[in-house]
């Protein structure tokens, strides 16, 4: 079955950084965007970085100029680098990808497990 596996999550001060990755595994035939979510307690889930098999990528405005959404297509992972990092930043990280399994002949969103990454002041 396909997955989604996220790493690089835990606690740093905040101005420092962290690195989240992420790997797609399973019967993929192909994958279109990947990204990341977060979401903080008590809000709702919200996009931080999206990224094409192109490599186009957009950004949330609250991280633009601090964080960097970049994929690797042959091992299917996508990784975000976060930089200057703010209490404000403290969530749960999603990974998502946009995918066309090998069983069906439509995209579809798969969801990592979630990565906490905790920005203390």
């Known amino acids: 079955q396909v997955q989604l596996v996220e790493s690089g999550g835990g606690l740093v001060q905040a101005g420092g950084s962290l690195r989240l990755s992420c790997a797609a595994s399973g019967p993929i035939f192909s994958i279109n965007t990947m990204g990341w979510y977060r979401q903080a307690p008590g809000k709702q889930r919200e996009l931080v970085a999206g990224i094409t098999s192109g490599g186009s990528a957009n950004y949330a405005d609250s991280v633009k100029g601090r964080f960097t959404i970049s994929r690797d297509n042959a091992e299917n992972t996508v990784y975000l680098q976060m930089n200057s990092l703010k209490p404000g930043d403290t969530a749960v990280y999603y990974c998502?990808?946009?995918?066309?399994?090998?069983?069906?002949?439509?995209?579809?969103?798969?969801w990592g497990k979630g990565t906490l990454v905790t920005v203390s002041s």
């Open positions: 998502n990808a946009h995918l066309r399994p090998l069983s069906g002949w439509v995209g579809v969103d798969y």
